[in-house]
């Protein structure tokens, strides 16, 4: 479980009550430090709650449409949903006014309405409307979670509470509140870019069933029915981790020509070369090979998982590198130990092909680099080139993304994309995009820099673009249009490094707290 260390204030708007259930569980997924605000519905305006909401890290929307409709639910019509999204919308637009975080809701329910219980789910269409409604509201501006779903997980006859509902409007029960904390806090984590981004997997019985290097890969235990139909399947999962932005690595020892022939050539195999972005197959210890994992895809070691189904290298990694999250495979094994990934909410196939390919290209550079001795020379070889150039309305979705995700070559500030156009619609503002490409490849937009008046309030570079010059360029374009006097920061843990760097590029400006991150 992953315990929050700085306290983190989370604010839950509902028409309804959620003690004693809420607070403890929340403090246990998030943290001891968590601080709750409990604000009710229609009085979210009230000065002290705006205060509370004004400094909260995470809001979230529950609303029970039985208590939001009384007396009007059994007899729900079209223009019911009109009026019900128009109040949501409402308490979206109040919400956003005055916090800076993205709205999460959860979406609405109606298994336990008593009609439906009687008689059938006669109002499922209902609900089921209403939500897509909703989501069409409020589209990307909000986050949101599928009450349903969760409540289809836990069992209806498990997720309610008629006593409690009925004594002080606590309609959900112990089970269902905790289901639905854990999502806000998956959630929570993933908004944030705090989990994993890389998923380096062993290959002998984790990938496929027996060794590779003994047993011959035509006798291997892979698809059909029986074991072999297990090991695809987890295939099929972490491919579907692949679709959603997470990096997959190999791990394993063994030779890399066998390993790249069953990759290329195994009829069952779903995993493809393609799909990998490194592979470190050799007879070297496991540890080792994973900081050079690291090092070459040029992510953090604290940003990676480890999947083996050996408890000695289960062991091994979590003496030496204790930063890396490892799981130990089991072909039974709960899937709920990869609830830890970064997944992107709107990746295209487009983005992650680009990746693969960057990645590819990395291998190239790398190919490129070991034939120089001198850094300089290896850098006028790659022949860099650079745009820099006011940011237009098509990039902004790109650089929010970037501001959201970049950890490391960062001033620590993030932003949506609705808060850039609104940045850049007041003019007070100067927006630029970086973009970067070499002998090898296009990396597309990859840094970002915002600038008002003399004050730098943004400079953002992806990770990938690192060890290129690229941020010295950047430092050197800012000092050839501005007097940067001031430098707006906040540490994120990872970008300590990054605070040294702008303080030695900028040395006669002074550093204050970033409000929005």
């Known amino acids: 479980m992953n315990r929050m260390e700085t306290k983190i204030h989370i604010a839950v708007v509902s028409n309804i009550i959620f003690e004693p259930h809420l607070l403890p569980l929340i403090k246990r997924y998030f943290g001891d430090n968590t601080v709750v605000h409990s604000i009710p519905f229609g009085e979210h305006m009230n000065a002290e709650y705006q205060t509370q909401l004004a400094s909260t890290d995470l809001v979230v929307v529950w609303l029970s449409i ?11 019509a079209e223009q019911d949903a009109d009026g019900t999204i128009a109040l949501c919308k409402k308490l979206h637009a109040n919400l956003t006014s005055v916090s800076h975080v993205k709205i999460l809701w959860l979406l609405f329910e109606d298994y336990g309405i008593p009609l439906s219980v009687a008689v059938g789910h006669v109002c499922h269409d209902f609900a089921d409307k209403l939500n897509l409604k909703l989501r069409d509201a409020l589209g990307d501006q909000a986050l949101f979670i599928d009450l349903k779903h969760l409540i289809a997980e836990v069992g209806i006859l498990n997720a309610y509470d008629a006593k409690s509902k009925y004594r002080w409007n606590a309609p959900y029960s112990k089970t269902l509140v905790e289901a639905a904390v854990k999502e806000i806090h998956k959630q929570y984590l993933i908004e944030k870019g705090d989990t994993k981004k890389c998923l380096v997997l062993d290959c002998d019985n984790v990938l496929w069933g027996g060794i590779l290097s003994e047993d011959g890969m035509e006798n291997l235990k892979l698809g059909g029915s029986g074991l072999g139909h297990v090991y695809q399947d987890f295939q099929r999962f972490v491919l579907s981790l692949y679709h959603h932005g997470v990096i997959l690595a190999v791990c394993s020892k063994n030779d890399l020509s066998d390993i790249l022939t069953m990759f290329r050539e195994h009829s069952e195999m779903i995993l493809r070369e393609e799909h990998i972005a490194c592979f470190e197959a050799n007879w070297e210890d496991k540890p080792g090979n994973i900081k050079k994992i690291a090092e070459k895809l040029n992510i953090s070691l604290d940003s ?4 083996d189904d050996s408890p000695i290298e289960i062991e091994a990694v979590r003496a030496m590198l204790p930063e890396v999250t490892p799981i130990l495979f089991k072909r039974n094994m709960d899937y ?25 290209t990395n291998r190239l550079r790398e190919e490129l680099k070991a ?3 001198d850094y300089a020379e290896y850098i006028a070889a790659l022949e860099i080139k650079m745009d820099i150039h006011e940011a237009a309305p098509i990039e902004f979705s790109r650089i929010s993304e970037l501001t959201q995700r970049t950890n490391k070559c960062t001033n620590g500030r993030r932003y949506t994309a609705a808060e850039i156009k609104e940045r850049v619609a007041s003019q007070a503002v100067k927006l630029y995009s970086v973009s970067v490409s070499d002998r090898f490849s296009d990396l597309g937009l990859v840094g970002a820099i915002e600038v008002e008046g003399d004050a730098l309030i943004l400079f953002s570079l992806s990770c990938r673009a690192l060890g290129r010059g690229a941020e010295e360029r950047m430092i050197e374009f800012i000092l050839d249009k501005y007097q940067i006097k001031k430098i707006e920061f906040k540490s994120i843990g990872k970008n300590v490094a990054f605070k040294t760097f702008l303080e030695k590029a900028f040395p006669n400006a002074c550093l204050s707290n970033c409000e929005n991150t």
């Open 371 to 373: 034939k120089y001795t």
């Open 304 to 307: 990676m998982v480890f999947a």
């Open 336 to 360: 709920e130990q990869f609830s830890c990934f970064n997944l992107k909410r709107d990746v295209s196939i487009a983005d992650i092909e680009k990746r693969s390919q960057t990645y590819r």
């Open 66 to 76: 039985e208590a939001l409709l009384p007396g009007q639910f059994y007899s729900l």
